[in-house]
């Protein structure tokens, strides 16, 4: 007989709330939510009054910041409390938002997506049809364009903040620096290293009065969103510079396109392997099992780098030089991806979160 396990509790991050965040609460409990755990982040003290009220209801445990921390920290203090206060038995949490976007119905979905796979990181995924402010569809669907170049993997929608996470993925978590909005997008980008299936739950798409009760900030959050991007992209172009410049030197002296190819590659790589693994990947694993993977995937590219490159000289006529940038440019997203997947990855953590019936659903 299968063992019945315990009903995620859910998260609520809260800064500066509505009163649909008390209404949301209640509908939970209503809807057989027996743990919620309300995550005040540094609201004014005007807003006691919201907060002891929650305090009181069955189930309840409030988190309190001092100061705004950030949507990010405000989820860590939350899944450290989880970790430290709940039964193993508990598969994992779910995260909804407090400014009622988030339907009791679908945090239910969400927690039966979890429940029934524990090593799977369950999104709720919006349709993004109907009266959908014009900020949020422009900013998400340009976050899952990006993502998608990035990772090699297709999400519906990025940005949610309806999500079911496993207990096994939570300490991972708690590592990531990041502590406002792009904490989210880190989850992702984590969950994808690690092997980890991911599954999307349709979900409504719900914005009360334009989605003016979001702390959001379209341009500094946006910024810090896609910083996390534009770290592969400047240690890419930092190590494209020193490659390119390397390659010139050699070739303008020995005028050997394979020979330039080689040298150029192994001091621009080593440049490469270090920025990726302190700051682009953040890598915990060993130095010398990812050092040959890393030289392994360099000596593929350099393979493909001189063959693009001799055939465009030789049947296209291009300049030597023109050429080697345009097969650089070319390799930039296979390389961001063979690095993330293949040398930069958790493997650790493969077996531990990769769902024991892997044909089952998800995306």
């Known amino acids: 007989m299968r063992r019945k396990t315990m009903r995620p509790p859910v998260i609520i991050p809260a800064y500066q709330p509505g009163p649909e965040l008390e209404a949301l609460v209640k509908a939970l409990i209503s809807d057989g939510h027996t743990e919620v755990i309300i995550m005040d982040d540094g609201s004014s003290q005007n807003l006691d009054g919201i907060f002891s009220a929650l305090r009181g209801l069955p189930g309840v445990h409030l988190l309190r910041h001092a100061v705004n921390l950030g949507k990010g920290q405000a989820l860590k203090t939350a899944f450290n409390y989880f970790l430290t206060n709940f039964p193993k038995e508990c598969p994992g949490v779910i995260t909804a938002d407090a400014d009622g976007q988030h339907l009791p119905k679908d945090i239910a979905a969400l927690s039966h997506c979890l429940s029934e796979n524990p090593s799977s990181l369950c999104l709720g995924k919006r349709r993004f049809k109907g009266a959908v402010p014009a900020r949020s569809l422009f900013g998400n669907t340009l976050t899952r364009l990006i993502f998608r170049g990035f990772s090699g993997r297709s999400l519906g929608d990025t940005q949610t903040g309806l999500r079911g996470i496993p207990r096994t993925f939570l300490s991972e978590l708690l590592g990531v620096r990041a502590q406002g909005y792009e904490f989210e997008l880190e989850m992702l980008l984590l969950a994808v290293r690690s092997g980890m299936r991911i599954r999307e739950i349709p979900i409504e798409t719900v914005y009360l009065r334009g989605n003016d009760s979001s702390h959001f900030n379209p341009l ?48 621009a790589g080593s440049l490469n392997f270090m920025l990726g693994k302190k700051i682009v990947f953040k890598s915990k694993e060993r130095v010398m099992p990812e050092i040959a993977k890393y030289a392994t995937l360099v000596s593929v590219f350099m393979l493909i780098s001189y063959g693009m490159v001799t055939a465009m000289v030789a049947f296209a006529g291009i300049n030597v030089y023109a050429a080697k940038l345009l097969t650089e440019g070319s390799l930039f997203l296979a390389s961001f991806a063979a690095q993330s997947l293949l040398v930069f990855s958790r493997p650790d953590t493969d077996l531990a979160l990769r769902d024991s019936a892997p044909g089952a659903g998800g995306t």
């Open 220 to 267: 500094l959050d946006s910024l810090r969103i896609y910083f996390v991007f534009l770290r592969f992209s400047a240690s890419s172009l930092l190590t494209a510079v020193v490659d390119n410049a390397v390659f010139v030197l050699v070739h303008l002296i020995s005028s050997k396109v394979f020979l330039s190819i080689v040298i150029a590659r192994l001091l």
